[in-house]
């Protein structure tokens, strides 16, 4: 049983950082990507930032790149997303997904659809 545990969330004032953590377990949990996806009340959820696991491959949504960080600790099954500089338009409730097999088309990992596991979310807000 894969579960995905994220954590970091809060409240916090435009213009300053929070770390996002997302903690996997599970005996055969060997992912090929792992990604944040967020959703704002009466939104749909939406792409933010994936990684593979292996490699150097990362990929952002452009209203974070340059002021988001997605990276892991290959050791620690864990994916952190560095959220800085933020803005009262990325408070919404953020989500760690992730895939265990191969995706070839790197338009694949910025959709929900494409990422088999799931975190409980956690919530980013930011104030004016």
């Known amino acids: 049983q894969v579960q995905l545990v994220e954590s970091g969330g809060g409240l916090v004032q435009a213009g300053g950082s929070l770390r996002l953590s997302c903690a996997a377990s599970?005996?055969?949990?060997?992912?090929?990507?792992m990604g944040w996806f967020r959703q704002a009340p009466g939104k749909e959820r939406e792409f933010v930032a994936a990684?593979?696991?292996?490699?150097?491959?990362?990929y952002y949504t452009d209203s974070v790149k340059g002021r988001f960080t997605i990276s892991r600790d290959n050791a620690k099954n864990t994916v952190y997303l560095q959220m800085n500089s933020l803005k009262p338009e990325d408070t919404a409730v953020y989500y760690c997904?992730?895939?265990?097999?191969?995706?070839?088309?790197?338009?694949?990992?910025?959709?929900?659809?494409?990422?088999?596991?799931w975190g409980q979310g956690t919530q980013v807000t930011v104030s004016s």
């Open positions: 997904a992730g895939r265990k097999t191969l995706m070839t088309d790197s338009s694949s990992y910025y959709y929900p659809d494409n990422y088999a596991y």
């Open positions: 599970g005996r055969t949990f060997s992912p090929y990507a």
């Open positions: 990684t593979r696991w292996s490699g150097e491959s990362t």
